[in-house]
């Protein structure tokens, strides 16, 4: 069933692709497992799948203690206290949701030497007051200064979660805003849109997505 649905996206994935001039494996699927179980990312795994998005900190942990022997990249996707910074500092490879310098620096301050550098994405709120997190699109830039020059994170793009439309036009509008935003911030190397849930993919990806975060499709609803 899982590896029915992944084979389904990926071919949708790569058909976008094809679809709106991206380059052929442009376009990371994340795999967002918040409320799924170890065995249902285990069968994901099985059927090829290596990145999981994880929201939240306490379920993210324990399914990774379950899946400890797998070479799992795990991407922390949700809402960060900042009483959980250290922990996602110590257990995640990507954090997407950064949405300030104070939690940027914890991050920094908090990961392990021994690891490499944690790759940020900066979360920017395109849907302006009716969603809650994310900064505005007017300090994005002061913000990836700052984080930028962090030590031991590194600054890699930026994360949407538009408000829910149905049309395809209007779903790609905010990502294109972001787009070119992004694209002239030419100082800091970054490579990460982190744009497109189950139900805008394909504007996402039209829009120049490399990180599509995918739950409902792949593992059914969360109830
Ligand atoms: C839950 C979640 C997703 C996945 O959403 P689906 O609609 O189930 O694909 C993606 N990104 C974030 C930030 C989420 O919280």
Redesign the pocket.
Known sequence: MIRTKLKRLLAQIRQAEVAYNRKEGSVLLLA?S?TKTAIEIAQAYSAGQRHF?E?YCQEALKKQRELGAYDITWHF??PIQSNKTKLIAEHFAWVH?VDSLRIAKRLSDQRPESLPALNICIQVNISGEQSKSGIALGELQELCEAVAALPNIKLRGVMA?PLTEDDFECQRKPFRSLYQAVIKLTNYDLDTYSFG???DLNAAIAEGSTVV?????LFGNRG
Do not use: A, L, P
């Not at 975060?213 to 499709?217: D, E, L, V």
């Open positions: 967002v918040k998005g929201n996707i949700g949701s979660v849930m189950s139900g975060r995918i739950g409902t499709s």
